[in-house]
């Protein structure tokens, strides 16, 4: 898929970091100096683009088939990691390490929600107590 210079530098560089924001920051030299709360919701928006994600999920089959990455293989890694860790005590970096591998080839996304009970919109809970001074 062909993007604009902008938004395959802002692929590219939140395939290799997995940071929208630094990404973005990356891709458009002027952002470097715009506060987080200008270059969060900005990035988000260009990563939840369809073509941008479209261009994202290429990079990274293209990546799982170069590396021979599978679930097959990470879920091996895993359970030698786990066997690691019985036998030496610790193991949570390699355990860390293979999680990042499975993120940075798509093969585990971490997912939040966005909405409230049964999609209803989140609402915010204000503890506000309202006092009047009567004369």
């Given at each position: ?5 902008a ?56 990546a ?27 193991a949570?970096?390699?355990?860390s ?21 049964d ?17």
């Amino acid at each position: 898929m062909m993007l604009d210079p902008a938004r395959e530098r802002f692929v590219q560089e939140y395939h290799a970091t997995g940071n929208a924001s630094e990404a973005f920051r990356r891709a458009k030299p002027a952002a470097v100096n715009w506060k987080d709360t200008t270059v969060h919701p900005r990035a988000s928006k260009m990563l939840a683009e369809d073509k941008v994600q479209t261009r994202l999920h290429e990079l990274q089959a293209e990546a799982r088939e170069k590396h021979n990455v599978t679930i097959e293989s990470l879920t091996i890694e895993l359970e030698e990691a786990r066997n690691l860790a019985k036998q030496e005590g610790q193991a949570s970096a390699a355990v860390s390490a293979t999680m990042g591998k499975a993120k940075l080839h798509g093969l585990v996304v971490d997912k939040n929600e966005l909405t409230g009970k049964d999609g209803a919109p989140l609402v915010p809970v204000l503890n506000v107590s309202l006092s009047r001074n009567q004369p």
